[in-house]
T-cell receptor, first 112, second 112 residues
Framework: GDSVTQMEGPVTLSEEAFLTINCTYTATGYPSLFWYVQYPGEGLQLLLKATKADDKGSNKGFEATYRKETTSFHLEKGSVQVSDSAVYFC???????????FGGGTRLMVKP | EAQVTQNPRYLITVTGKKLTVTCSQNMNHEYMSWYRQDPGLGLRQIYYSMNVEVTDKGDVPEGYKVSRKEKRNFPLILESPSPNQTSLYFCATGRPGENIQYFGAGTRLSVL
């Protein structure tokens, strides 16, 4: 079956540092890939997505590129802020019924 | 305002006492789903529904029931809760094929 693996957290960075959160997946065919973010006390919300190989999703300064050859979808941001502190989830779907397969989540803590 | 509303937000109960967590959406979405979130495991799907009167098991359906009598509501029922169902629960909605899911704020359940 499908699976998503994320780097374990927590990731602790100082403000304005560069962020990378690794995500790799195992799936047949060409799934769509997502990053969701969960701020403290809230539900998940979509951060960005990519639906085919070499697509780059971007939003709020975050970027991720769909790499079919390495089955990866790493999340990056050039300069993190304290307000980026949250849990980040990588996920995939095969479009069949909207069912998402999530990674375990990575907690990011940004210190001033 | 588009909303996915879960109630209650917090619940402490005892083993064996039946409970229902409600989920309601105002976006006219066909698809609704329940997930549980546990540390290190990410989100795992419990049940989902593609439309009224159509429900299917997700990855971890044991101990749970759902119903979809109306498009806007998708309650999660625990007939006889046990301590291993202590978790954070999320309801999500979407349109089939759109690949984006919209999450409620979550329900934190403790079963003593």
């Amino acid at each position: 079956g499908d699976s998503v693996t994320q780097m374990e957290g927590p990731v602790t960075l100082s403000e304005e540092a560069f962020l990378t959160i690794n995500c790799t997946y195992t799936a047949t065919g060409y799934p769509s890939l997502f990053w969701y973010v969960q701020y403290p006390g809230e539900g998940l919300q979509l951060l960005l997505k990519a639906t085919k190989a070499d697509d780059k999703g971007s939003n709020k300064g975050f970027e991720a590129t769909y790499r079919k050859e390495t089955t990866s979808f790493h999340l990056e941001k050039g300069s993190v802020q304290v307000s980026d502190s949250a849990v980040y989830f990588c996920a995939l779907t095969h479009n069949a019924g909207n069912m998402l397969t999530f990674g375990g989540g990575t907690r990011l803590m940004v210190k001033p | 305002e588009a909303q996915v509303t879960q109630n209650p937000r917090y619940l402490i109960t005892v083993t064996g006492k039946k409970l229902t967590v409600t989920c309601s959406q105002n976006m006219n979405h066909e698809y609704m789903s329940w997930y549980r979130q546990d540390p290190g495991l990410g989100l795992r799907q419990i049940y989902y529904s593609m439309n009224v009167e159509v429900t299917d098991k997700g990855d971890v359906p044991e101990g749970y029931k759902v119903s979809r009598k109306e498009k806007r509501n998708f309650p999660l029922i625990l007939e006889s809760p046990s301590p291993n169902q202590t978790s954070l629960y999320f309801c999500a909605t979407g349109r089939p094929g759109e690949n984006i899911q919209y999450f409620g704020a979550g329900t934190r359940l403790s079963v003593l």
